[in-house]
């Protein structure tokens, strides 16, 4: 059975930082393409960053720059770090695998980051 777990959501304050986790079990990790998207109230789900299983990355406009995803594949761990948070970076943040050739796709449950004073 395949899970994806996210962590590391909460409360930051503009201009803060903060770095998701997604744990993942149950697929051959290193072969699948990892992603982070978000869904704000009332928006329909976007991407947020991808990186392949060559490691090569991918970010939304929104976030280039100011972001950075990862992965560590000793670990089936992926990571997004993100700084100078905004209040419109507030979102569920879902941990995506997309196996080779878009066989298989899964999600994580979500872990909610808001942005506020």
């Known amino acids: 059975q395949v899970h994806l777990v996210e962590s590391g959501g909460g409360l930051v304050q503009p201009g803060g930082s903060l770095r998701l986790s997604c744990a993942v079990s149950?697929?051959?990790?290193?072969?699948?393409?990892m992603g982070w998207y978000r869904q704000a109230p009332g928006k329909q789900r976007e991407l947020v960053a991808t990186?392949?299983?060559?490691?090569?990355?991918n970010y939304a406009d929104s976030v280039k720059g100011r972001s950075t995803i990862s992965r560590n594949n000793a670990e089936n761990t992926v990571y997004l770090e993100m700084n100078s948070l905004k209040p419109e970076d507030t979102a569920v943040y879902y941990c995506?695998?997309?196996?080779?050739?878009?066989?298989?796709?899964?999600w994580g449950q979500g872990t909610q980051v808001t942005v506020s004073s």
């Open positions: 149950g697929i051959i990790f290193r072969l699948y393409t």
């Open positions: 990186i392949t299983n060559g490691g090569r990355t």
């Open positions: 995506n695998a997309k196996a080779p050739y878009l066989t298989a796709d899964y």
